[in-house]
Structures are given as structure tokens and as C-alpha cells.
């Protein structure tokens, strides 16, 4: 099938890889003359795990290519894709100016037979903003689908192929017989709803995540409170199997291109109905605060901070990805550059990426050496494989003074215990004296 997909970001790009992997012809546009060059030599924008040898695989296949003009990709029985971005506005609505250019980008090729298919994150109602829009530009109203996507950066690829579930909302059932024949390469179940609750179920499952992170995360609170373990109660309750065990996982809080921005999307769309939701305003709440745990634990023991050199070890939001949006790094990093320590900040692959959102005065290493050398402490933002596999014999070699605060509970206790190494997480029992060093 011929597959034209609009905007090669995060999900744009994965999501046309993926359809070019199994066989459909996939033509991706991008107005980015520079960035679809480098897509041309098979070069991904974005870090992905697998992502650039699937590239590759497909363009040499000619399954696979890359445009700047929509007219140089469209084919007379061409389905669209719509993947641009949909960003916050001040007010933590979703702004749909990318979204209705696309349309208005898509409604000179489209006909009465013309499959257009959302996957950009869009509030309640916007499938029927895009058809407005594109037959108030060429007087046909093509058939609508609402396809989100569920896709975990730094999982993408496989939860492309082995994903829980492929949602379609639409009216038409020529619409659905074509997203049928689309996605059965896939062997993934299809649900099939209208197309107004499938722009519903994205939004809901993400602010369901965020909340079982925020709620965790007030446990491992009043854990510290009461000297229970975190841990123990997160695996506890997730053997229930009304509840799961996953995103119990207490820490920093959430971040990223989601979670922060579907959470306040939908907030704002209760808003716009005259309405609140109190319990995401709670969920809000409890993360905007979250990231401030990491400076309690670590200025129990250093009470002044002022001229001491902190390792960051993770800049990105998540591992195995290089976005920087939400990211808890920025807030922590700005937070000890007030309290006047010297930073240097550690990721293998977000460096460049953090650049730009970091003052000059923050080295920026993608080798953890350098950011441990002589530091008095060091925090963990981002549970990377290689931060979770330090050499704890070298570590205490490096750093001035062996502190180690995790933000993500991913050391063992027992392991830094036997090192000799100073050691606070998050809601587990941190039963051992920790001196308060001046």
C-alpha cells in the first residue's frame, strides 16, 4: 500500500520505518531540507535503539524515502499519515497549528476515497477540525481515522511490532477495512471504536501512567516517614493483579514529549467544558514538586553546596533516548547552580541535545570519568545501563568524596553498603547513619 507520511518527528519516523518494514511503500515529508538529507543517507534525527538499521534496511530496499514536497510523495490511492507535532500552549492546551497546515497541505490530493489518518496526539474532536478544514479548502471531506500511537522512547521498535493493542476510531468502514489491511503485517489486536473515543483512549492511558507515578512516588513519602521500604510495597501491590507492577517505580517523577503534556492537555480540555479534574490537578501537583528530593537527600549531608563539584549522572528524561523535554536533569542542575556548586553533567548520547537548555558554566561529558572526577557527590537522574553498572571500586578512586543520591532507586543498597559508599535513595530504608559532612 502507498503510505504518505507527514512529519518525520518521534513518531513520524518510527511509525513510517515500521510500515516500510513490512512491506508497504512509505514515502516520509519533512520540510526540514537539511534533516531529510541526512534521512536520505539513512541517518536518524532522533536517538532510537534499532531504529537507523531499519532505516537503512528500507531504503535500500526503495521500500523507503524521504521528501521535502508533498507532491514529489503522493500517489493517486496514497493513505496519509498525519505525525506532526501537537505542543503545549502557555495555557497546557494542545496547539494545533501544525496540525491544520498539514491539512491544509493534504486537501489538494484528497478525494472522496482518501484515507487520512491521525497519529499526532490531538484533543477530543480535532479528526473533525482536520476534515472542516480540508473541505473548506478543496470542497471534499476525505474519511477520517484516529490511529494514536503507544510507543515508549527507547522501546519504540518493539512495542511497534509487539505492541498490547492497534487503536482505530473511525465512521467509515472502507476506513477500517484499510487500516485492517495496514496493520496486519503486524499481528497486533486491532480495536476498532468511534473516532472521537480514540482520540480519548491516548490521553486517558497516559494520564492513568502519570497518575500510578505520582501516587508511588507519595508512598515512597510516607515510607521515609515511617521507615518502611518502598520497594517491598511496590512489589507487594503489584502482585495484585487489578493493579500491575508496572510504573510503580518510585523516583523523581515523570517527564518527557508525554506524560507532562497529555496530562495538562486534558486538564485544559476539562477546562474549556467549564469543568475540573481534581485528580490529575493532584497528579500535576505531586510531580512539579517531585525532582526537589534528590536536593533534600543530598543537603542532609553537604549542607552547603557553594564552590563543591556535583556529578549529574543522566541528562535525558528516560533512558535510551536523547529527548530533553521535561527533563528532571535541567530542574536539578539549575537548583545546585543556586545553591552555588559546580556541575558536571553526564549522558552517553543527550549532550548535544542539553547544550542548548543548560548555562555555559555546566561541563558536559558523554564519558562518566570525567564528570566523577574530584566530585563531592553525584545524583542520578537517568538510570542508564552504563550508570547502573558502575565500577564501585573506581568510583571511590575518582571522586573526592564517595556520596552517591539516586533519583531512580536503581543501585543495590547492599553492593554500595559493602563499598564504602555513601549511599540515599528514594522511599527505601536508608536505616544506616549517614554523616552530615560541613
Known amino acids: 500500500m502507498n503510505i504518505v507520511v507527514i512529519g518525520t518527528g518521534y513518531v513520524g519516523l518510527v511509525t513510517g520505518t515500521a510500515l516500510a518494514e513490512v512491506g508497504h511503500q512509505v514515502t516520509c515529508v519533512d520540510l526540514d531540507a537539511a534533516k531529510v538529507a541526512r534521512m536520505r543517507d539513512g541517518k536518524s534525527p532522533i536517538y532510537e535503539p534499532g531504529l537507523e538499521s531499519l532505516m537503512g534496511n528500507n531504503i535500500w530496499n526503495g521500500r523507503l524515502t524521504f521528501e521535502t514536497e508533498l507532491r514529489e510523495a503522493v500517489k493517486e490511492d496514497s493513505v496519509f499519515f498525519i505525525a506532526v507535532g501537537t505542543p503545549q500552549s502557555a495555557d497546557g492546551s494542545a496547539n494545533l497549528d501544525y496540525i491544520l497546515a498539514a491539512a491544509r497541505d493534504i486537501a489538494p490530493f484528497v478525494h472522496e476515497e482518501t484515507v487520512v489518518v491521525t497519529k499526532s496526539t490531538v484533543p477530543v474532536g480535532t479528526n473533525d477540525l482536520i476534515a472542516d478544514t480540508i473541505a473548506m479548502t478543496c470542497g471534499t471531506r476525505p474519511m477520517m481515522v484516529s490511529n494514536p500511537e503507544f510507543l ?16 482505530v476510531g473511525t465512521a467509515h468502514e472502507e476506513a477500517a477495512s484499510v487500516m485492517r489491511a495496514i496493520f496486519e503485517p503486524f499481528t497486533v489486536p486491532i480495536f476498532e471504536t468511534d473516532i472521537r473515543s480514540a482520540e480519548m483512549i491516548k490521553y486517558a492511558a497516559n494520564a492513568f501512567l502519570a497518575t500510578k507515578i505520582s501516587f508511588i512516588n507519595e508512598m515512597a513519602n510516607m515510607c521515609e516517614w515511617k521507615n518502611a521500604d518502598i520497594e517491598a510495597v511496590s512489589a507487594g501491590i503489584g502482585m495484585d493483579t487489578r493493579i500491575g507492577s508496572q510504573f510503580l517505580r518510585a523516583g523523581i517523577g515523570y517527564g518527557g514529549s508525554c506524560f507532562p503534556k497529555d496530562t495538562r492537555a486534558l486538564i485544559a480540555m476539562a477546562r474549556e467544558e467549564g469543568e475540573n479534574l481534581p485528580l490529575l490537578d493532584a497528579v500535576e501537583a505531586v510531580n512539579a514538586v517531585r525532582y526537589e528530593k534528590v536536593m533534600e537527600n543530598l543537603l542532609t549531608i553537604h549542607h552547603d553546596l557553594r564552590g563543591k563539584k556535583i556529578a549529574v549522572l543522566g541528562l535525558a528524561f528516560k533512558p535510551n533516548t536523547n529527548d530533553m523535554r521535561d527533563a528532571a536533569s535541567i530542574k536539578i542542575i539549575t537548583q545546585l547552580l543556586d545553591a552555588g556548586a559546580n556541575v558536571a553533567a553526564y549522558d552517553p548520547v543527550a549532550t548535544k541535545e542539553a547544550g542548548p537548555l543548560l548555562p555555559n558554566s555546566v561541563g558536559l561529558h558523554d564519558k562518566m570519568e570525567p564528570a566523577l572526577l574530584d566530585a563531592e557527590a553525584a545524583i542520578i537522574v537517568t538510570e542508564w545501563y552504563e550508570v547502573r553498572q558502575l565500577d564501585l571500586d573506581a568510583l571511590k578512586t575518582m571522586m573526592r568524596v564517595p556520596i552517591i543520591i539516586d533519583g531512580r532507586n536503581c543501585m543495590d543498597q547492599k ?21 552530615v559532612l560541613r
Do not use: L
Request: aromatic share 8%.
Open 415 to 435: 553492593q554500595m553498603k559493602e563499598a564504602g559508599i555513601m549511599y540515599h535513595s528514594i522511599g527505601r530504608n536508608n536505616h544506616d547513619k549517614i554523616p
Open 152 to 167: 515508549r522512547e527507547g522501546s519504540a521498535i518493539h512495542d511497534t511490532f509487539y505492541g498490547d493493542r492497534i487503536v
